[in-house]
């Protein structure tokens, strides 16, 4: 449809009451643009109606069939999934690391960005530590971007975590987790000289 995500996100705001029926509805639709604006009016749901968030949690896991894209993904796991388990066990995002499907893989990495905002890492190193192998360029993005923005916070463990594993990750995951590092230092990484 061609509905950038600003819009989109108007639209989500328009029809914030919308009964979970019809998000339903619309997460099942087969428009992207519809997916999307489903997922962002359950992000607003979770975020203001604290009764509804278990509901709103256990509803995207048993729909992600539905969010079968990186954008859909990336707007909503670490705000529905991330914010529901910030403070329970992270039993579900480990398994969800060793789904078949893309998707879940990188709802379980993306999902961890909620607690790295919170200065949480310990799960986000293991998930990462999990799919270092996989082989999926979208998954790959995913575990870099994740340690990335774990590096900003702490460069400490972000580095305690390349020293162990960068002579396994795959490139693109390497490239995006040492972006911001100095020149020379992204260098003798990438060369395999550290």
Do not use: C
């Amino acid at each position: 449809m061609g509905i950038p995500v600003p819009q989109s996100r108007k639209i989500a705001i328009k029809y914030k009451d919308l009964p979970f029926e019809d998000i339903g509805r619309l997460l099942r639709s087969e428009i992207h643009e519809e997916r999307l604006i489903a997922l962002l009016i359950l992000v607003h749901q979770f975020q203001h109606e604290e009764l509804l968030q278990r509901r709103i949690y256990e509803f995207y896991l048993k729909n992600t069939k539905f969010i079968n894209n990186w954008d859909l993904v990336d707007l909503s796991s670490d705000k529905i999934i991330g914010g529901y388990l910030i403070d329970k066990p992270k039993i579900v995002l480990h398994k969800l690391a060793k789904s078949n499907s893309l998707w879940e893989r990188r709802i379980a990495m993306v999902s961890t960005y909620y607690f790295i905002k919170n200065r949480m890492y310990d799960d986000a190193i293991l998930i990462a530590e999990s799919l270092i192998g996989d082989e999926n360029d979208l998954i790959q993005k995913a575990v870099g971007w994740m340690l990335k923005e774990v590096g900003k916070r702490d460069h400490k463990v972000l580095e305690k975590f390349l020293k162990k594993h960068y002579k396994k990750m795959g490139r693109v995951a390497l490239r995006y987790a040492i972006e911001k590092f100095p020149e020379k230092e992204r260098k003798a990484y990438l060369n395999g000289m550290v």
